[in-house]
């Protein structure tokens, strides 16, 4: 059975820092892209994230470049998301997710989610 386990999310203040881990199981996901999304209260799904296979390559969505950052560890097949400068708007569910091809539009696999939410 494949599964992504999202950890590390919690409540934190406005400027705060706080690290993602997603470690998956039953596959190996050494030639997958994965990636964080993200989904607030009322809002759609947004791509946060990614990381290609090789970590190579990367995406940042406008609103958090500068402040996350995405890694990866292939031999742990895991996959992290530093996240500093905290905002309120960062406050929400946030998902990992692996793909053989492309994140976009929509991951082979997908995590539970870790709440994360940031107080002002």
């Known amino acids: 059975q494949v599964q992504l386990v999202e950890s590390g999310g919690g409540l934190v203040q406005a400027g705060g820092s706080l690290r993602l881990s997603c470690t998956a199981s039953?596959?190996?996901?050494?030639?997958?892209?994965m990636g964080w999304f993200r989904q607030a209260p009322g809002k759609g799904r947004e791509y946060v994230a990614g990381?290609?296979?090789?970590?190579?390559?990367?995406y940042y969505a406008d609103s958090v470049k500068g402040r996350f950052t995405i890694s990866r560890d292939s031999a742990k097949n895991a996959v992290y998301l530093q996240m500093n400068s905290l905002k309120p708007e960062d406050t929400a569910v946030y998902y990992c997710?692996?793909?053989?091809?492309?994140?976009?539009?929509?991951?082979?696999?997908w995590g539970q989610g870790t709440q994360v939410t940031v107080s002002s």
């Open positions: 997710a692996a793909d053989l091809t492309d994140l976009v539009p929509a991951p082979d696999y």
């Open positions: 039953g596959h190996t996901f050494r030639n997958y892209a």
């Open positions: 990381i290609s296979w090789s970590g190579g390559s990367t």
